[in-house]
């Protein structure tokens, strides 16, 4: 069932000057959760078009399976997909909503039946079978949609934002539930999402794409521990970036020379560190500061610290650590925490 | 505050319902009147005059009746057939000279008909389809394709193809996906706009007259004819039969409205959306 995913230098284009795709190359494997995530309007939801067939692109080659689909209609791609609206179609009960994909195959009445009910208790709308999608609360209509689609057991799931319509407390359910059907049927699904936290939550992978651009492709732990560029940084909560030059394996900064468990090639070079892993104490890597600033935030503390030669640096601690503004503190940034990013 | 306002509300409700009902009322009187002199409010005898001479085979009514019928339905059958496609095309997609082919399209309401009718009059001579039922047909579709093509536009233009591109994705081919998706989903709409052709078609008297040349007489005709002579019983009848079908479907229209109350507020009026 599990079949991998190959989108190459696909390039789309609307007519505007610039492309809403340019060059995206990834690779799906089966039965990974890839999710494309980047601001509204930088063409992740084009991509999933021309995946899904319902756009045709400008330039570059769709292969599911191994098998170029470029001139395979929608409904012969078997990539089922799931709408920011739950899309239900309105006259029908949502027996015949779900049951859509398999009636259009042909699948034999009896058959069709046992697998309908199995895709909604599966999405746990069992006694719904009946009703009009009106008569569904939202979070109701898109479990039903996500069933619709996977009812036929599709070669590949793609979500368009299905959460984003979703009130918050709504939310959290129907992306666990997305996760465990996810998992549980091993399909290859391609998840477009603007919410970072979503996609570092369920995806296995993450495609970050802006303006048409992918600009990193990896595990979601890779975004905090070894951004690219300063502002894949930034887009995932980095606030703390010093210049230095490097040489002989440590990096020279307004800080004095800092050692990275991962050493730097030599030049110019900016370091980053997330708030989370600076430490109060002494040892290697540490200098003092003072405390400017303190915010709390419940489950920890955020600290504005101030180091010599003015240095500003962002530090997250356990709640418990009781700073007063004025304090000196001894701090250091622990090697392996320690980043230089590329340019 | 709640009853206060509904009681309002019903009472604008009751003034509309008289001001569309008052005017039916001499219709109504006329049509059973005997006897209806100068001074008198109302008429000082009743009878069922104006009935009979309807049901005589030398008035034509059911003669008229049956063309208007005929005439009615197929136009209506034919210009929601050309409107469907229509509409589509101009309700989804943007291409190049749109504004011009909508002008064409509205042209034939903007023209007077006299103005058309006259050279299509020409032609169906030529062609020996003038003096025919199948003529009058024809030329009915002049002005009623205009209405069906607007309407079922605004409906497509309303309902974007984001069902239909789901119905795709979920294995449907193109057709499967008109007929199982877009045609329940426009259904309202092609009744609007098939209830506006007939209605178009059923009132229809210069170009009945035109290229019917009086070989097809159809109820407007009638209705004329005998407004013209000097008895209002008779036109008052005749009147009355004419008015039937709109609001019969007025009627079937409030009771679809009733029927859709959940879905109203997504669909529009009818699920005419907006019209523009």
Redesign the interface.
């Known amino acids: 069932m599990s079949t991998r995913l190959e989108i190459q230098d696909l390039t789309h284009s609307y007519g505007g000057d610039r492309p809403a795709l340019s060059g995206l190359t990834l690779s799906v494997e089966p039965g990974e959760l890839v999710a494309l995530l980047g601001p509204s309007g930088c063409g992740k939801t084009t991509a999933l078009?021309i995946i899904?067939?319902?756009l045709s692109p400008t330039a570059g080659d769709v292969r599911i399976g191994g098998r170029s689909v470029l001139n395979v209609?929608?409904?012969q791609?078997?990539?089922?997909?799931v709408?920011q609206?739950s899309?239900l179609?309105?006259?029908m009960t949502v027996e015949s909503n779900v049951g859509?994909?398999l009636r259009?195959?042909g699948t034999p009445r009896g058959e069709m039946r046992e697998r309908v009910e199995r895709a909604l208790r599966r999405v746990h709308m069992g006694g719904f079978a009946t009703r009009?999608p009106?008569?569904l609360s939202g979070g109701q209509q898109q479990r039903v949609a996500l069933a619709?689609?996977l009812v036929?057991e599709p070669r590949l799931l793609?979500l368009d934002e299905p959460l984003s319509a979703l009130d918050a407390n709504l939310r959290e359910g129907m992306r666990g539930l997305i996760k465990e059907v996810q998992r549980e049927g091993k399909h290859t699904t391609v998840f477009v999402t603007h919410d970072q936290e979503e996609a570092v939550i369920l995806a296995d992978r993450i495609a970050l794409v802006t303006d048409g651009h992918l600009r990193m492709y990896d595990r979601p732990e890779a975004f905090y521990d070894r951004p690219l560029n300063r502002e894949i940084a930034e887009f995932f909560g980095a606030a703390n970036f010093l210049h230095g030059q490097a040489r002989n394996g440590t990096v020279e900064t307004p800080l004095g020379a800092l050692k990275l468990a991962i050493p730097a090639t030599s030049g110019e070079v900016t370091l980053t560190i997330r708030p989370e892993a600076v430490r109060l104490e002494g040892g290697e890597n540490s200098f003092s500061a003072r405390v400017r600033e303190a915010t709390y935030l419940g489950t920890q503390v955020l600290y504005g610290l101030e180091a010599s030669g003015g240095v500003a640096l962002k530090a997250a601690l356990p709640p418990h650590t009781r700073l007063t503004v004025g304090d000196d503190v001894l701090v250091r940034l622990p090697a392996e925490s320690l980043w230089a990013l590329g340019r | 505050m709640d009853r206060k306002n509904r009681r309002r509300g019903n009472l604008g409700l009751a003034v509309a319902a008289l001001l569309v009902a008052l005017p039916f009322l001499p219709l109504f009187l006329w049509s059973f009147a005997g006897e209806w002199r100068f001074p008198a409010l109302l008429p000082t005898g009743w009878s069922l005059r104006g009935f009979q001479a309807l049901a005589e085979p030398g008035s034509r009514v059911i003669e008229a009746t049956i063309n208007s019928l005929v005439v009615g339905g197929a136009a209506t059958a034919a210009s929601v057939a050309v409107g469907l496609p229509a509409g589509m095309a101009l309700g989804r997609y943007e291409f190049r000279l749109k504004g011009l082919v909508v002008f064409f399209v509205l042209l034939p309401i903007l023209v007077p008909p006299l103005a058309s009718t006259m050279g299509v009059h020409l032609t169906f001579i030529r062609l020996g389809l003038a003096d025919t039922a199948f003529g009058v047909f024809l030329v009915h579709l002049v002005p009623t394709v205009p209405y069906t093509t607007v309407i079922l536009a605004s409906v497509f233009a309303e309902r974007g193809v984001e069902l239909e591109e789901a119905a795709r994705t979920l294995g449907a081919t193109p057709w499967q996906a008109f007929l199982r998706v877009t045609l329940p989903g426009v259904a309202p709409g092609v009744a609007v706009a098939a209830l506006f052709a007939f209605l178009v078609s059923w009132s229809q008297y210069i170009l009945t007259v035109l290229i019917g040349g009086g070989n097809v007489i159809t109820l407007p005709m009638l209705l004329f004819s005998a407004a013209r002579g000097s008895d209002p019983v008779l036109t008052s009848v005749l009147a009355l039969i004419f008015v039937l079908p709109a609001i019969l479907a007025l009627v079937a229209a409030l009771r679809f409205l009733k029927a859709g109350d959940a879905k109203k507020k997504q669909e529009g009026l009818l699920g005419l959306g907006k019209v523009s």
């Open positions: 078009k899904a067939g319902l209609p929608p409904e791609r078997e990539a089922a997909m709408f609206k899309l179609f309105p006259h859509f994909g259009m195959r009009k009106a008569a619709r689609a036929t793609l």
